[in-house]
């Protein structure tokens, strides 16, 4: 069985370089724990934290169009709705699904989905 770790895309407006050519299909592969820890070491992002996505996405973003690299200042250069578009895929494509199992509850026996991922230990905390 082959593990998928790399997706396409599109993005809805694209990328314009400094030549004028526009780039809108590219591919990002799935994150590593490095991809989300190394960058909280970044000056850019103890200054701000939102600089996190930059440098993330720069990280994951394995082609866009015919670029010879996806770095911070292509990513920094984009419109916003392409932004919002790759944050959005980042988290489709690397949140895991909720892990339930069905429960029976012991007094009254009514069959119910629990949720009993790792994840769910860490919402609102």
Same mark, same amino acid.
């Given at each position: 069985?082959?593990?998928?770790?790399?997706?396409?895309?599109?993005?809805?407006?694209?990328?314009?370089?400094?030549?004028?050519?526009?780039?809108?299909?590219?591919?990002?592969?799935?994150?590593?724990?490095?991809? =989300?820890? $190394?960058?909280?070491?970044?000056?850019?992002?103890?200054?701000?934290?939102?600089?996190?996505?930059?440098?993330?996405?720069?990280?994951?973003?394995?082609?866009?169009?015919?670029?010879?690299?996806?770095?911070?200042?292509?990513?920094?250069?984009?419109?916003?709705?392409?932004?919002?578009? $790759?944050?959005?895929?980042?988290?489709?494509?690397?949140?895991?699904?909720?892990?339930?199992?069905?429960?029976?509850?012991?007094?009254?026996?009514?069959?119910? =989905?629990?949720?009993?991922?790792?994840?769910?230990?860490?919402?609102?905390?």
């Amino acid at each position: 069985m082959s593990f998928k770790t790399e997706y396409e895309f599109e993005l809805p407006r694209g990328y314009i370089d400094e030549n004028g050519n526009l780039h809108r299909r590219g591919t990002m592969r799935l994150a590593t724990a490095a991809d =989300e820890i $190394l960058p909280m070491r970044d000056q850019r992002v103890q200054q701000n934290p939102a600089y996190l996505t930059i440098i993330l996405l720069a990280r994951v973003i394995t082609k866009l169009g015919d670029l010879r690299a996806v770095d911070t200042k292509v990513i920094e250069r984009l419109f916003t709705v392409d932004l919002a578009y $790759l944050q959005q895929f980042y988290r489709e494509i690397n949140e895991t699904e909720k892990l339930t199992v069905r429960a029976v509850c012991p007094k009254c026996e009514h069959e119910h =989905e629990v949720d009993v991922s790792f994840l769910s230990l860490t919402e609102g905390a």
